[in-house]
């Protein structure tokens, strides 16, 4: 979950009090946790030392769930929650590269097996960036749009291009999730509505992402609830219909301890995948790091709280998709492990599930 100066700084950057009734204008255009992180800029290719090592997953009892199983973890964690912490098969992080592309809350929506449209929040474009990407996060611009934040885009069964994304409400001065159809190249949208969701004052809200449903139904998970230190949560709703627009808060927490910037990438009968990040309030006892989940439904969800990705830099704002030999590519913001105003980049990984 990125420093909330940035959203202040996107919303500024753009003036925050214009609704956006019209379409965007166009613009022109890991290895296990040990293994070293190729950074790569662009007159060369340097190398980050290897990151602490991590202890081993802990088997933790039914209904409870483990804060992140770091060797800086502080004793005396919290660790009680909704979901179910078991000792199971793994997912694992390779070939982790840093690159100087400036920004956070990437999306990734898959063209074909080599290319991908991704959107992101950059204040070097001063909105929500548009490119189209290879595998090796190569981009080309092909706009921006403005207000808007933490964009998550679905295909209803109707065949509607449907997104969701976080915009200020001007009259209540509150963020509040909208809905929008898409055009093709997300340059455009039109039709935008709120769907009830609002940060109701919180400063841990947020990066929702939205996932077609089996039965077609459309369902939200944000963060929220958040109490005391690293006390954010991911909450869920769901659509009435398969039309996407009235969503009804479903009872209970995701997660709850701290877990943050929750995506699913796999949303099938019986088989749910996803990753997410942990809250940035530790800092550095206990950094940011990706982490790999499974559900049967999507509202009850199993983990080992054994991070992916090194310990050595903060991981957030995780986005994938499927590749054809059934990984995934996985795109993040990173940024250092410290607390305080810091520099947000993105960075791409392949997660290898069980």
Not at 118 to 145: H, P, R, W
Not at 192 to 207: L, Y
């Amino acid at each position: 979950m990125k420093k909330v100066i940035l959203i202040l700084l996107l919303i500024s950057a753009c003036g925050g009090s214009a609704a956006v009734e019209e379409p965007a204008e166009e613009s022109t255009p890991v290895t296990e946790a040990t293994q070293e992180i190729t950074e790569t800029t662009e007159a060369s290719t340097t190398t980050v030392a290897p990151p602490t090592t991590m202890a081993p997953p802990t088997t933790a009892s039914p209904n409870t769930t483990a804060s992140p199983n770091t060797t800086t973890a502080p004793a005396g964690s919290d660790s009680s929650s909704t979901n179910t912490t078991l000792n199971l098969p793994d997912g694992s992080i390779s070939g982790i590269t840093a690159t100087e592309k400036k920004g956070v809350s990437p999306h990734l929506e898959k063209i074909d097996s080599n290319t991908f449209r991704m959107f992101y929040s950059s204040i070097t474009e001063g909105g929500l960036a548009v490119e189209i990407c290879d595998l090796k996060l190569n981009c080309t611009l092909q706009g921006v749009l403005d207000r808007i934040q933490d964009l998550t885009l679905v295909e209803t069964v109707d065949g509607v291009r449907r997104g969701y994304f976080i915009e200020m409400n001007t009259s209540t001065m509150n963020k509040e999730v909208y809905t929008a159809v898409f055009s093709a190249d997300g340059l455009t949208y039109s039709d935008k509505t709120s769907v009830g969701i609002s940060s109701d004052g919180q400063m841990a809200w947020g990066v929702p992402d939205a996932v077609k449903l089996p039965d077609g139904r459309i369902r939200i998970y944000w963060v929220a609830d958040a109490v005391g230190m690293a006390g954010e949560k991911i909450v869920s709703a769901t659509s009435e219909t398969t039309k996407g627009l009235v969503f009804t808060k479903d009872p209970g927490y995701r997660f709850e301890n701290g877990y943050v910037d929750f995506e699913v990438l796999q949303a099938n009968d019986n088989d749910w995948k996803a990753i997410m990040s942990f809250s940035p309030e530790k800092q550095p006892a206990i950094p940011q790091t990706l982490f790999y989940a499974t559900s049967k439904d999507g509202l009850d969800w199993s983990f080992t709280a054994s991070p992916m990705t090194p310990l050595n830099l903060s991981y957030l704002d995780p986005s994938g998709i499927v590749l054809d030999d059934g990984s995934y590519l996985i795109v993040s913001a990173y940024a250092p492990n410290a607390m305080g105003d810091r520099d947000y980049a993105l960075s791409y990984m392949t997660l290898t599930t069980p």
